[in-house]
T-cell receptor, first 111, second 112 residues
Framework: SQQGEEDPQALSIQEGENATMNCSYKTSINNLQWYRQNSGRGLVHLILIRSNEREKHSGRLRVTLDTSKKSSSLLITASRAADTASYFC???????????FGTGTRLKVLA | KAGVTQTPRYLIKTRGQQVTLSCSPI?????VSWYQQTPGQGLQFLFEYFSETQRNKGNFPGRFSGRQFSNSRSEMNVSTLELGDSALYLC???????????FGSGTRLTVV
């Protein structure tokens, strides 16, 4: 079964707006990672947040992690057309290196 | 520095044949993971190697196998290909496996 599930499955917003996507997972983890994928190409690592961190920023990205709820959110501020992509969260059960990806959120940013 | 290189980029095979895909990780990276991506199943974990040892394995049949060489390069093999094996196969490397992974562009396999 999927370790991570993202919602919404799809999101369409106007350029300049913020985009928020959520991820839920099932087991205890050491860290949670977010990736972006453009149109069937390889994935690009965006940000990693450790289980003892609650929030992390990287440029226009803000990630939060709530280990009590086993959930994370990714916020992209001031979105651009170039942010159009699928976004995935990935987690591995503590003690393993088996990173499982969620089903992804397809983000479309309209110019 | 060079990224993760996967070869070939595209491959067309016939049912029943076997195929070998190659992955060269970023220099110094010792952990290599493989994923299968399809529209219906999404990204499915195949296996992860570290220093030539398979540390983790996904829920795929024994037709799917892999290995890692002493220079960290990795190969995966699929025997007796089925139509359902058509997918994008992605390889990713990491220093030790707990940091973010760098992905290759993938090998798109089509089984006819």
């Amino acid at each position: 079964s999927q370790q991570g599930e993202e919602d919404p499955q799809a999101l369409s917003i106007q350029e300049g707006e913020n985009a928020t996507m959520n991820c839920s997972y099932k087991t205890s983890i050491n860290n949670l990672q977010w990736y972006r994928q453009n149109s069937g190409r390889g994935l690009v690592h965006l940000i990693l947040i450790r289980s003892n961190e609650r929030e992390k920023h990287s440029g226009r990205l803000r990630v939060t992690l709530d280990t009590s709820k086993k959930s994370s959110s990714l916020l992209i501020t001031a979105s651009r057309a170039a942010d159009t992509a699928s976004y995935f969260c990935a987690t591995a059960e503590s003690g393993t290196y088996k990173y499982i990806f969620g089903t992804g959120t397809r983000l479309k940013v309209l110019a | 520095k060079a990224g993760v290189t996967q070869t070939p980029r595209y491959l067309i095979k016939t049912r029943g044949q076997q195929v070998t895909l190659s992955c060269s990780p970023i220099s110094g990276h010792r952990s290599v993971s493989w994923y299968q991506q399809t529209p219906g199943q999404g990204l499915q974990f195949l296996f992860e190697y570290f220093s030539e040892t398979q540390r983790n394995k996904g829920n795929f049949p024994g037709r799917f196998s892999g290995r890692q060489f002493s220079n960290s390069r990795s190969e995966m093999n699929v025997s007796t290909l089925e139509l359902g094996d058509s997918a994008l196969y992605l390889c990713a490397s990491s220093l030790v496996g707990e940091q973010g992974y760098t992905f290759g562009s993938g090998t798109r396999l089509t089984v006819v």
